[in-house]
């Protein structure tokens, strides 16, 4: 099993970045596709993007594409998800997933995958 913190969440302007981390434990972190979901205020938890396990494949959310970057480090057990050009909508809790994976295909459904992180906040202020 693997166990998913996040960090790197704030409270930021209109158009500004920020780079979220998700550092996994365990010794497979190779063998788990991993994604990144939010869940705006008031408002049902979504897919953001997705990595597979080799880091080979990706998939965004629409609104997202261009200028969110999903990213991982099987070195050192982290992916990362690299938000430019912040809009109010971004306003969410975000949380890291992970799902064991015996191919390289992303996951974008919340059900598919089997561990979650306790989420961290992003705040985009206009």
């Known amino acids: 099993q693997v166990q998913l913190v996040e960090s790197g969440g704030g409270l930021v302007q209109v158009g500004d970045s920020l780079r979220l981390s998700c550092a996994a434990s365990g010794r497979t972190f190779s063998s788990w596709a991993m994604g990144w979901f939010r869940q705006p205020p008031g408002k049902e938890r979504e897919f953001v993007a997705g990595i597979s396990r080799t880091g080979g494949v990706t998939y965004y959310l629409d609104s997202v594409k261009g200028r969110f970057t999903i990213s991982r480090d099987n070195t050192n057990n982290t992916v990362y998800l690299q938000m430019n050009s912040l809009k109010p909508e971004d306003t969410a809790v975000y949380y890291c997933?992970?799902?064991?994976?015996?191919?390289?295909?992303?996951?974008?459904?919340?059900?598919?995958?089997?561990?979650w992180g306790q989420g961290t906040q992003v705040t985009v202020s206009s």
């Open positions: 997933a992970a799902v064991w994976s015996r191919d390289n295909a992303v996951r974008t459904r919340g059900s598919s995958y089997d561990v």
